[in-house]
């Protein structure tokens, strides 16, 4: 059994997986605050809650975006379970052949997202992560990592909005009735969500226009559900496509 760790910058996302099959997953709040005992006592009632073993794990393996927590995390990983994790990054046999300028700078969720994607779909890609940013990945048809685009996600823009006006409240991430709001919270839903799916179908159009050919779409993270149903291109959604890469890469880099 393999626990796979997504660390982002919202939430901690845990899976407990047989090859590709996610057996228990969570999701833990992200915070920088917390020390390797802390975090260990979280996986600790994880671990508590779903009844798992941990003497069953074989191994564990961590994506992260959020440096400060990392080196944390992996000694809380191995506080917890006596495993000591895998950690994605420079040196570890992913199967992505990056393309873009400086590979160093890719994302290790982006990396875990494309592993996933290039094991259950035929190339070329197009993969969103719709996180705390909302991410674009675009694979060749030879299975390469071609680069991409990030755009602030759309709880975050939400936020900055009510953050930076004096009169938008904050409000709840669904989609209004009517593209066209009668009132202010209405607008802003149409604005927010619709206003989403909108751009997605837009740069999902400009980057086939510049691969000169059609692309499966794949998307994931916290509100793809509720976005991808809004677009009018046909987007296939898998919450679970970064802990499927983790395990990939993690099969990898396994020792014999």
Same mark, same amino acid.
């Given at each position: 059994?393999?626990?796979?760790?997504?660390?982002?910058?919202?939430?901690?996302?845990?899976?407990?997986?047989?090859?590709?099959?996610?057996?228990?997953?969570?999701?833990?709040?992200?915070?920088?605050?917390?020390?390797?005992?802390?975090?260990?006592?979280?996986?600790?009632?994880?671990?508590?809650?779903?009844?798992?073993?941990?003497?069953?794990?074989?191994?564990?393996?961590?994506?992260?975006?959020?440096?400060?927590?990392?080196?944390?995390?992996?000694?809380?990983?191995?506080?917890?379970?006596?495993?000591?994790?895998?950690?994605?990054?420079?040196?570890?046999?992913?199967?992505?052949?990056?393309?873009?300028?400086?590979? &160093?700078?890719? *994302?290790?969720?982006?990396?875990?997202? $494309?592993? =996933?994607? +290039?094991?259950?779909?035929?190339? #070329? %890609?197009?993969?969103?992560?719709?996180?705390?940013?909302?991410?674009?990945?675009?694979?060749?048809?030879?299975?390469?990592?071609?680069?991409?685009?990030?755009?602030?996600?759309?709880?975050?823009?939400?936020?900055?909005?009510?953050?930076?006006?004096?009169?938008?409240?904050?409000?709840?991430?669904?989609?209004?009735?009517?593209?066209?709001?009668?009132?202010?919270?209405?607008?802003?839903?149409?604005?927010?969500?619709?206003?989403?799916?909108?751009?997605?179908?837009?740069?999902?159009?400009?980057?086939? &226009?510049?691969? *000169?050919?059609?692309?499966?779409?794949? $998307?994931? =993270?916290? +509100?793809?559900?509720?976005?991808? #149903? %809004?677009?009018?291109?046909?987007?296939?959604?898998?919450?679970?496509?970064?802990?499927?890469?983790?395990?990939?890469?993690?099969?990898?880099?396994?020792?014999?």
């Amino acid at each position: 059994m393999l626990l796979a760790v997504d660390i982002g910058n919202t939430h901690i996302c845990l899976g407990c997986m047989e090859g590709l099959k996610i057996l228990r997953m969570a999701r833990l709040t992200t915070n920088k605050l917390k020390t390797d005992f802390e975090y260990a006592a979280d996986l600790r009632d994880f671990f508590d809650f779903f009844k798992i073993d941990t003497a069953g794990l074989d191994g564990a393996i961590i994506s992260s975006v959020v440096p400060p927590l990392t080196n944390a995390f992996s000694m809380a990983v191995k506080l917890s379970t006596g495993v000591t994790p895998l950690i994605l990054g420079k040196g570890v046999k992913t199967g992505v052949n990056i393309l873009i300028d400086d590979p &160093a700078q890719t *994302g290790a969720d982006l990396v875990a997202a $494309a592993a =996933g994607a +290039i094991k259950l779909y035929a190339p #070329p %890609l197009i993969i969103i992560d719709m996180g705390t940013a909302t991410t674009i990945s675009v694979i060749n048809r030879a299975g390469s990592f071609v680069g991409g685009t990030i755009a602030p996600g759309v709880a975050l823009g939400l936020a900055a909005l009510s953050s930076g006006t004096s009169q938008l409240p904050n409000i709840s991430l669904e989609a209004p009735s009517k593209v066209i709001g009668t009132n202010t919270v209405d607008s802003m839903k149409s604005g927010a969500v619709l206003g989403a799916a909108a751009m997605l179908d837009g740069m999902i159009e400009r980057i086939e &226009a510049e691969l *000169g050919e059609t692309a499966t779409v794949v $998307a994931t =993270g916290g +509100i793809a559900s509720s976005v991808a #149903p %809004l677009c009018k291109r046909k987007i296939e959604v898998n919450d679970d496509l970064l802990l499927t890469g983790l395990a990939v890469i993690y099969e990898k880099n396994k020792k014999k």
